[in-house]
């Protein structure tokens, strides 16, 4: 009872945490958790809090804050792309006490452990920013778009955008042709795309993911990621990689060359990943959201929208102001949170 805290170590405790909390989705399960921090995403913790209303679960990311005269700060983030708190409790009531009990016995840990910030990416599929919000304050980020896999297939198909109807049947006429994969040989060829268009796009560093990063995802969640490829005349051209877990699929990656592009191969391979979720009998399939560009295509496949909220929480205000202070950073900017980490965002 109380609150306890575990590394990645704690596997067995890690697992029957989630559990406990219904087993809130592959962003938030401990072995996605795990894949990301051996990928330099940072340590790997997670928070629990216990009691007779019910229980918090927060895993997340602590990283140690680098630079002159520092010693023995750190920060904390969310899973990428979506974490924050999970609340298990009967009611609204306990879930507000329970949160309240929570932040207090974390902030106290964060004290302790010389955390400045914290940033928090919050579920729109799960909400659990509404909650959250009744202890610290949230910020609406973006929308994103989804498409409810209750209907049917006729219904997902005239829900899309005329014009993007048009360019699927044009990329059927084209030749594109689609399969589902699990492949070693498909994820092999699909990390060559992908890191063509990373370079090509001068992606965030965050995007930069290697071979190695994609056979540890095949290993370490391998029932719960898809490969949806896209081939001309027997080469794979293009594919998009979908993570799911027992509700909703995910757009977790997609890239494609773009000599295929005027064939539109990205809103084949989309759609026939919707169709793919459908089939299997998941509930929504989450286009996620993305700047204005990548917001509008996916737009063309729903109108359908959830919210997507960020909380950004300093700690330790004296150190945060002199982090900002060193990084030449306006410690109140409302551009990136933490503000001294602006420039290692790019």
């Known amino acids: 009872m109380g609150f306890c805290l575990y590394s990645s170590s704690d596997v067995g405790s890690w697992q029957l945490a989630f559990e406990g909390v219904g087993s809130p ?3 938030h399960s401990p072995d996605y958790v795990r894949l990301l921090e051996q990928h330099g995403y940072g340590i790997a913790e997670l928070s629990r809090w216990v009691s007779e209303e019910g229980q918090v679960y927060y895993p997340y990311f602590k990283r140690k804050v680098e630079g002159a005269g520092i010693k023995n700060l750190w920060d904390i983030q969310s899973s990428w792309y979506y974490g924050g708190p999970i609340v298990k ?22 004290s302790q452990a010389r955390v400045v910030s914290e940033f928090v990416r919050f579920d729109p ?14 910020d609406l980020n973006r929308e994103t778009v989804y498409v409810d896999l209750g209907r049917s ?3 997902i198909w005239a829900e899309l955008k005329s014009e993007n109807r048009t360019s699927i049947r044009k990329a059927r006429k084209s030749g594109v042709s689609v399969d589902v994969s ?21 992606a965030y560093s965050h995007y930069n993911l290697d071979q190695t990063f994609f056979e540890d995802l095949v290993e370490m969640i391998g029932n719960q990621f898809v490969l949806i490829c896209g081939s001309v005349e027997g080469r ?5 990689l979908c993570l799911y877990d027992g509700h909703t699929a995910y757009d977790f990656l997609m890239a494609s060359l773009p000599d295929y ?40 496949f729903s109108d359908r929208r959830a919210e997507f909220y960020t909380a950004g929480i300093v700690h330790d205000r004296c150190a945060y102001d002199s982090l900002c202070a060193s990084a030449g950073a306006p410690p109140d900017s409302q551009d990136y949170f933490p503000a001294y980490r602006k420039r290692d965002s790019n």
């Open 25 to 27: 989705g592959v962003y």
């Open 89 to 110: 409790a009967a009611d609204s009531a306990a879930e507000k006490s329970l949160l309240q009990n929570f932040r207090q016995a974390f902030s106290e840990q964060c």
């Open 125 to 138: 599929n799960l909400m659990n920013h509404s909650v959250f919000e009744s202890v610290e304050r949230v």
């Open 153 to 155: 297939e006729e219904d």
């Open 182 to 202: 699990r492949s070693k040989t498909d994820i092999v060829r699909f990390v060559e795309i992908y890191e063509e268009e990373m370079s090509r796009k001068g």
């Open 236 to 240: 794979m051209v293009g594919a998009t």
């Open 261 to 300: 592009w005027d064939m539109r191969i990205n809103n084949l391979l989309m759609f026939e990943s919707i169709v793919w979720a459908k089939q299997h009998g998941l509930d929504r399939f989450d286009l996620q959201g993305g700047r204005e560009g990548v917001f509008r295509f996916k737009g063309t």
